[in-house]
């Protein structure tokens, strides 16, 4: 059974239909984390067994609150359990840990996420954008428009901030923006495949695709970034 740190719920908000943004404090604790990594909630399940599911905080390091940004699905047994908190309840996090974190701040940079893939990427935007010396570009690939979050958040940086550029792909919509899955899109926007890094998020079988596509565009493998945990979950 890992450490868990005792948090207080702080404030809830809707950021799609279907996802909250969970503010979480833990008293005189200040979190130090690398931007990209994640922390384990700890749940009771129906037969009262603790369970833990991992979440990767949308905010910075270095204050005693994370923010956490969970989607709710219909058989997600911790997904609606945490849809069901309420502003003062008690929930217990690991500290954070994970492989996924900026590698260099020298280098041009994109970022390829699905769905609640975005979370990390978001978090390691915000601290590339703050320290970074060079170019970011953001893929995040959803079904329809409704489903993007933290599309406020990207849009503002994308008009704030020259060196970054966000694109949206919707695979079940028809809009006037790119079409069809994130992925199949990465043509349109590597020019120079040798030199930026490729930090990738979503689901399994969009990162183990997308990892082949770099290579077909000649990015060396120490150039791509996950994870890695996705290609033993594709061979379960």
Known sequence: MPDTLDATLLSTYSVTPRVKQFLL?????????????????AFETDDGKERYRPYSPVSQPGTDTIALAVKRYPDGACSTWMHE???????SI????GNLGLQSLDRDVFFLSTGTGITPMVSMATQYLQKGRGKATFLFGERTQDD??????LDLYAAS????????????????GPTGYVQ???RDHVDDASTPHFYIC???EMVVETKGLLFDL?????????EGWEEGAIAE
Do not use: C
């Open 85 to 91: 908190r309420e502003v003062g309840d008690a929930i």
């Open 202 to 204: 979503g689901v399994p």
């Open 148 to 153: 993007l979050m933290f599309r406020e958040t």
């Open 184 to 186: 199949h899109n990465l």
């Open 25 to 41: 404090r833990v008293e005189g604790h200040p979190f130090d984390f690398t931007p990209g990594q994640h922390v384990s909630v």
């Open 218 to 226: 000649g990015v060396p493998e120490d150039h791509i970034f996950t």
């Open 161 to 176: 901030h020259s060196n970054f550029t966000v694109k949206y792909v919707l695979s079940d919509e028809d809009w006037q």
């Open 94 to 97: 690991t500290s954070p840990s």
